[in-house]
């Protein structure tokens, strides 16, 4: 755990805002890889990838404030706090965010948006496990309290400070599981690309192997902004997850289009 990375007089460079940036560019390089591959325009590939990741760090945040409503309505000036800016938010408030971003671009500038999904599925999954070990550094996300041996103790007082990460207990690292699942759909969307039989089957399988992989890891989680439900057992992020998987399926078993239009 690393919370900061440098510090520059009164400039603080944090490590997660290091890694997300990380994230970020290798997200639009490989959209606008992609872009070229499957003939669309890789110019608007890479503006509407620079504005859906705008929108989505708006809803994640929104997400996040909207989560903890009553508390931030008792304490309005939180919602500029240094902690809520520092925070990741939460990250199917930037996916559904971004994800309305690119309807609405998609419909302006008349690109087919299931297919611009497949150009971005692979993107995000590629980027994601970097914003995850930026959240590692930075503390937040964490798991329930563990016993196993894999079992992370943070010991930063910073990150306690800035974002309430509980010290000097050995913690499941939520933020790493995350990752490595991520990491593995990654591949398995590579692979799948090149035998690519719709359009929309990458971002289809992406919801799919995702809301499986994070309502899982939710089990594990024991930070305070996922809105419990039925007393404690069960987050508001799990049925999303599930509203998720029941999307990649539809779109699986409807192939809405054909693979030659991305090709």
């Avoid at 325009?41 to 903890?68: F, I, P």
């Avoid at 959240?135 to 400070?161: I, M, N, R």
């Amino acid at each position: 755990m690393h919370p900061v990375l440098l510090r520059l007089g009164p400039l603080t460079i944090h490590t997660y805002g290091a890694l997300l940036a990380v994230a970020v560019l290798l997200g639009l390089w490989l959209a606008r890889r992609r872009a070229i591959a499957s003939e669309l325009d890789s110019d608007r590939v890479w503006n509407l990838g620079v504005y859906m990741v705008l929108g989505g760090l708006v809803g994640a945040k929104l997400w996040l404030v909207g989560a903890n409503w009553s508390y931030y309505l008792e304490n309005p000036r939180q919602v500029f706090a240094v902690s809520t800016l520092q925070s990741a938010g939460v990250f199917y408030g930037g996916l559904f965010a971004a994800l309305l971003v690119a309807v609405i671009y998609a419909r302006r500038a008349e690109m087919p948006f299931l297919a611009l999904t497949d150009v971005y599925a692979p993107a995000v999954a590629l980027g994601l496990p970097f914003a995850r070990l930026g959240c590692f550094s930075a503390g937040c996300c964490w798991g329930k309290p563990t016993d196993l041996p894999w079992g992370v103790t943070f010991t930063s007082e910073y990150a306690g400070q800035v974002v309430g990460t509980p010290l000097g207990q050995p913690l499941h690292p939520t933020q790493l599981y995350e990752a490595v699942a991520v990491a593995g759909i990654f591949v398995i969307l590579l692979w799948l690309g090149r035998r690519q039989s719709f359009t929309g089957q990458l971002f289809a399988a992406f919801a799919i192997l995702y809301g499986i992989a994070r309502g899982i890891i939710e089990f594990f989680r024991a930070d305070p902004d996922r809105t419990l439900l039925f007393d404690g057992r069960f987050s508001l992020i799990q049925f999303v997850s599930i509203g998720l998987i029941l999307l990649g399926a539809w779109l699986w078993w409807k192939r809405p289009g054909n693979a030659a239009e991305v090709q």
